[in-house]
């Protein structure tokens, strides 16, 4: 299964408003905070442009206002266009002014995740992880332990996206396993993640510059494909009229 991957950062969102829909208008000017305002127009806009490109249509405001980037019952994010269900699933995701959109032109049950490379207590180890993912991270050498911690934290995230439950699941319901000793050649790792009940994800985890990524499914899948955003694409004039 192909999963497609777009990173955008603060600096690459319009400084206008006119791309979004209405519900999403809506939804904005509902929102009381500086921070959450902008981590959530920064996911809206790198969702547009990694389906703008995977759907092949131009990133204007007349087609992004069409697509409607909706919270489910549970949270998690559905893509309309035209008012009509897209056959489509796509996951979000930000950090320190970075967002990421993983999309999948099926509807697989996938999340991903971005996190960053830094320390974390041990007081953070025994309460979120399991007694296998504990015993890896003492294991692991001072230098690995921030990158292994993002790496197994991430993968948690994403795990529960794909569930649809989120942080309202105890993370120890999943364990993580990193297959850290095999690199794809544009620099994905594989990683598995099991649900409690024996449910199986799939997924991927790349570490650069400081930023962990990972992203899993229901069922196998290559290693993200990254998406180019085309110059053309971009309409000065029309995104300032």
Request: proline residues 5%; glycine residues 4%.
């Amino acid at each position: 299964m192909n999963v497609y991957w777009l990173e955008q950062t603060e600096a690459d969102v319009s400084r206008e408003n006119n791309w979004l829909s209405a519900n999403e208008a809506a939804c904005l000017n509902g929102m009381r905070f500086a921070k959450r305002r902008a981590d959530w127009r920064l996911g809206r806009w790198t969702a547009k442009r990694a389906l703008s490109v995977c759907w092949d249509v131009p990133a204007n405001p007349e087609v992004f206002k069409k697509m409607d980037i909706r919270p489910a019952h549970s949270g998690a994010p559905e893509v309309f266009f035209a008012e009509q269900a897209a056959a489509v699933t796509i996951s979000l995701t930000h950090r320190d002014g970075v967002a990421a959109c993983a999309v999948a032109m099926s509807g697989v049950e996938m999340g991903c995740d971005l996190e960053m490379v830094e320390p974390r207590s041990d007081a953070f180890v025994a309460d979120y992880f399991t007694i296998e993912e504990q015993a890896l991270v003492a294991r692991s050498s001072l230098t690995d332990r921030p990158r292994l911690l993002a790496l197994l934290w991430s993968a948690k995230e994403s795990a529960l996206k794909a569930l649809h439950e989120g942080l309202r699941l105890d993370t120890r319901c999943v364990m993580v396993n990193p297959f850290a000793t095999s690199f794809d050649l544009n620099g994905w790792s594989p990683l598995q993640v099991r649900y409690t009940g024996n449910k199986v994800f799939h997924g991927w985890w790349q570490n650069t510059d400081h930023i962990l990524r990972t992203v899993v499914a229901a069922q196998p899948l290559d290693p993200p494909i990254p998406l180019n955003i085309p110059a053309h694409f971009f309409d000065s004039v029309s995104w300032c009229a």
